[in-house]
């Protein structure tokens, strides 16, 4: 692909159509070395190959959403075909199987029998599998909340510490519909770097807990998942299931968010490829699971003693007063970030690129 072909045109996906269906979509950037053909692989993902076409994969979901066939980008197998082609209204990405030679539709070769093909043979959206180790299990809480949930008071072999499978003992108010418990044990203040204000609590996650029997306030239960032992007064929050999975294609937020980066996997000052970070925005932002943002390095400001102030900047800078002559231009973009937990004032992501290191006083924006 030349470069004259590098610039900003209407993608048309067109999938499993009864006929050709144009619609318009947001401006996406083609890439400059993007191939003609693709066919699908085993182990690829829709982020991967959306990458391979597109500057800014994050708006491959846009172009899906426009196509009343798709409920979801579960639709693209191994074998599957994705080609860019140019028409009179512009380049198209269209997708064939079995080798058909069909613009623009999704051509299923059929056999007098019945076919099925599960959806697990779909390629996911996103490489859980090689991202799912790295995602923390924390919450934010208020401090009043960790306060007055059910607590720890000791377990059935009578040890200081409790492993894993491993009746204990806790006493607090239990939910009459709620079985699974997080175990979690308070953490750091987390505290908004904008405003001052405590946003949450750090409920550090230790592991999870069924269960057994409940006689009032007093309740048994079996741990599971534990990643570090268990102490006396740890406090059990019910899960939330507010979970990121193989389904969510990476989005920008619905609305414009800029934020703060609060905390980098547990107090670090410097992350990198897979690390969490806490970030000072949340449900209250519009946030949602599976967003995706970019970190912003800090503005960068640069005095203007070139052009010539009028009489009065002049004054006023003498004076101290103004910094007129000092101009402001907006830090790099350098990384993505995967929201996968939401709280109402806070939210956790995992850093999916990243061109250098993140440091906390980097920005969260929208892509």
Same mark, same amino acid.
């Given at each position: 692909?030349? =470069?004259?072909?590098?610039?900003?045109?209407?993608?048309?996906?067109?999938?499993?159509?009864?006929?050709?269906?144009?619609?318009?979509?947001?401006?996406?950037?083609?890439?400059? #070395?993007?191939?003609?053909?693709?066919?699908?692989?085993?182990?690829?993902?829709?982020?991967?190959?959306?990458?391979?076409?597109?500057?800014?994969?994050?708006?491959?979901?846009?172009?899906?959403?426009? *196509?009343?066939?798709?409920?979801?980008?579960?639709?693209?197998?191994?074998?599957?075909?994705?080609?860019?082609?140019?028409?009179?209204?512009?380049?198209?990405?269209?997708?064939?199987?079995?080798?058909?030679?069909?613009?623009?539709?999704?051509?299923?070769?059929?056999?007098?029998? @019945?076919?099925?093909?599960?959806?697990?043979?779909?390629?996911?959206?996103?490489?859980?599998?090689?991202?799912?180790?790295?995602?923390?299990?924390?919450?934010?809480?208020?401090?009043?909340?960790?306060? =007055?949930?059910?607590?720890?008071?000791?377990?059935?072999?009578?040890?200081?510490?409790?492993?894993? *499978?491993?009746?204990?003992?806790?006493?607090?108010?239990?939910?009459?519909?709620?079985?699974?418990? =997080?175990?979690?044990?308070?953490?750091?203040?987390?505290?908004?770097?904008?405003?001052?204000?405590? @946003?949450?609590?750090?409920?550090?996650?230790?592991?999870?807990?069924?269960?057994?029997?409940?006689?009032?306030?007093?309740?048994?239960?079996?741990?599971?998942?534990?990643?570090?032992?268990?102490?006396?007064?740890?406090?059990?929050?019910?899960?939330?299931?507010?979970?990121? #999975?193989? =389904?969510?294609?990476?989005?920008?937020?619905?609305?414009?968010?800029?934020?703060?980066?609060?905390?980098?996997?547990?107090?670090?000052?410097?992350?990198?490829?897979?690390?969490?970070?806490?970030? *000072?925005?949340?449900?209250?932002?519009?946030?949602?699971?599976? *967003?995706?943002?970019?970190?912003?390095?800090?503005?960068?400001?640069?005095?203007?003693?070139?052009?010539?102030?009028?009489?009065?900047?002049? @004054?006023?800078?003498?004076?101290?007063?103004?910094?007129?002559?000092?101009?402001?231009?907006?830090?790099?973009?350098?990384?993505?970030?995967?929201?996968?937990?939401?709280?109402?004032?806070?939210?956790?992501?995992?850093?999916?690129?990243?061109?250098?290191?993140?440091?906390?006083?980097?920005?969260? @924006?929208?892509?």
């Amino acid at each position: 692909m030349t =470069n004259s072909l590098k610039k900003f045109l209407p993608v048309f996906l067109l999938l499993q159509a009864v006929s050709l269906m144009a619609f318009s979509a947001d401006q996406v950037q083609i890439r400059d #070395d993007a191939p003609d053909r693709y066919e699908v692989v085993v182990g690829d993902t829709l982020w991967d190959i959306s990458g391979r076409f597109l500057e800014d994969p994050w708006l491959w979901p846009e172009v899906w959403e426009l *196509n009343p066939q798709i409920e979801n980008p579960h639709l693209i197998y191994p074998g599957d075909v994705i080609a860019l082609v140019y028409s009179a209204d512009g380049p198209m990405l269209t997708l064939t199987r079995g080798g058909a030679e069909t613009t623009g539709l999704r051509t299923i070769r059929l056999s007098p029998q @019945v076919r099925r093909e599960p959806m697990s043979s779909a390629i996911p959206a996103i490489p859980l599998d090689q991202i799912s180790a790295f995602l923390k299990g924390t919450i934010i809480v208020s401090e009043t909340e960790l306060e =007055n949930s059910p607590y720890l008071l000791g377990n059935r072999s009578g040890t200081l510490l409790s492993e894993n *499978n491993e009746e204990v003992f806790a006493k607090g108010s239990w939910d009459d519909e709620i079985n699974e418990y =997080n175990i979690v044990r308070g953490g750091q203040i987390y505290t908004d770097p904008e405003s001052g204000a405590i @946003v949450g609590l750090e409920g550090k996650h230790i592991g999870t807990a069924t269960i057994v029997n409940r006689d009032g306030s007093n309740a048994t239960l079996l741990t599971a998942n534990v990643e570090e032992e268990i102490r006396k007064g740890d406090r059990f929050i019910a899960s939330s299931g507010s979970r990121i #999975d193989s =389904n969510y294609f990476p989005r920008p937020p619905s609305s414009s968010i800029e934020g703060r980066i609060i905390d980098i996997s547990s107090g670090r000052t410097v992350g990198n490829l897979y690390d969490t970070i806490v970030i *000072n925005r949340g449900s209250k932002n519009r946030l949602r699971v599976g *967003n995706l943002l970019a970190l912003q390095k800090p503005d960068i400001e640069i005095e203007d003693d070139i052009g010539k102030a009028t009489l009065g900047q002049q @004054v006023k800078q003498s004076l101290g007063f103004s910094n007129d002559n000092v101009e402001t231009f907006s830090g790099e973009k350098y990384a993505t970030v995967l929201i996968y937990r939401v709280f109402e004032d806070a939210s956790l992501g995992i850093i999916l690129s990243a061109d250098q290191a993140v440091r906390l006083e980097d920005r969260v @924006v929208t892509p």
